[in-house]
């Protein structure tokens, strides 16, 4: 609606009725309009217990998020949603979903309350013609999801929603899907990939846990690898992460957790800066990592 047409618009709304037009009217455009481009963020989640505790990556994440400009919603692409097929969230109020166990009592009565968004689960599915993307309803948002959003958003007033992982997908089609995205980041979405560089967990040193910076060679010298693919912008030999050889096939031994850092990295435009924080090892096998384009 251009200006001249507004005007006239307003003219013809009863005095009693105008407030209330003019409030839909707000609520119609705010959500979709268009803003200066948002960040991207890939955030090393590390284990679901950063939700309640005060830890140096906690401080980072917080830290990132108090620099952020505030997004219209919140897109995440946790390393927690896993599907036969790709699916967005699109339910009002998503719930806290607790998927884990063996955790103290406190960590399972957390509760992240944000609102969904039916609207930008839409639009998601209007940009990605790569393949059918289903509305999903019963999903909500996961630890890999609320565990880290919680820190840059506590009072849960941002609007967020999930976009899965499809497993039977090989890490390009995951690459290419992602680009398709960079619509939301002009709408005023935070797109967040949630999961770890490095996350063998079957190798976890967990003597080593409280140990600072204690990482195997191998994690490390993955890490470092990726780290100077990500800097360098060459990201050819991080989404054929099968040919990074010995450190690689121990850093990735499933493809869950590091597939969100490829959503991250395949929505970087030419001439944004990359920086990385976080940047650690935990219990020799994991890297808390992280990432923030733009």
């Not at 979903?97 to 992240?112: M, N, R, S, T």
């Not at 910076?213 to 994690?219: C, I, K, L, Q």
């Not at 991250?264 to 976080?278: D, P, T």
């Amino acid at each position: 609606m251009d200006r001249k047409s507004f005007l006239k618009w307003l003219a013809l709304l009863p005095a009693t009725g105008m407030l209330m037009k003019l409030k839909e009217f707000g609520a119609g455009t705010s959500a979709m309009s268009a803003t200066d481009i948002m960040p991207v963020l890939f955030l090393g989640h590390g284990s679901p217990m950063n939700a309640i505790e005060e830890n140096e990556f906690v401080q980072g994440w917080r830290h990132i998020g108090a620099g952020l400009p505030r997004p219209n919603a919140i897109l995440c692409v946790s390393a927690h949603w896993e599907t036969r097929g790709t699916f967005v969230t699109a339910m009002e109020k998503p719930r806290t979903i607790h998927d884990f166990g063996g955790f103290p009592k406190a960590l399972f009565e957390v509760q992240y309350p944000a609102p969904g968004s039916p609207e930008f689960a839409v639009e998601t599915q209007k940009a990605v013609t790569k393949t059918d993307v289903g509305l999903d309803d019963q999903w909500g948002l996961d630890h890999g999801c609320w565990s880290v959003v919680k820190h840059l958003y506590p009072n849960a007033d941002v609007p967020v929603f999930q976009l899965s992982l499809d497993r039977f997908q090989p890490p390009q089609y995951h690459y290419e899907l992602a680009k398709e995205l960079a619509v939301l980041r002009r709408k005023g979405v935070l797109i967040v990939g949630s999961g770890n560089m490095v996350h063998n967990l079957r190798m976890v040193a967990w003597d080593k846990l409280n140990e600072p910076e204690y990482g195997y060679d191998w994690a490390i010298e993955a890490g470092e690898t990726m780290k100077q693919y990500i800097r360098s912008g060459d990201h050819k030999p991080l989404v054929n992460y099968r040919s990074g050889g010995r450190a690689f096939d121990l850093a990735i031994p499933t493809p869950d957790h590091y597939l969100p850092l490829l959503y991250a990295l395949a929505l970087k435009e030419e001439s944004e800066a990359v920086s990385i924080f976080n940047d650690k090892a935990v219990g020799g096998s994991l890297t808390m990592t992280s990432v923030k384009i733009g």
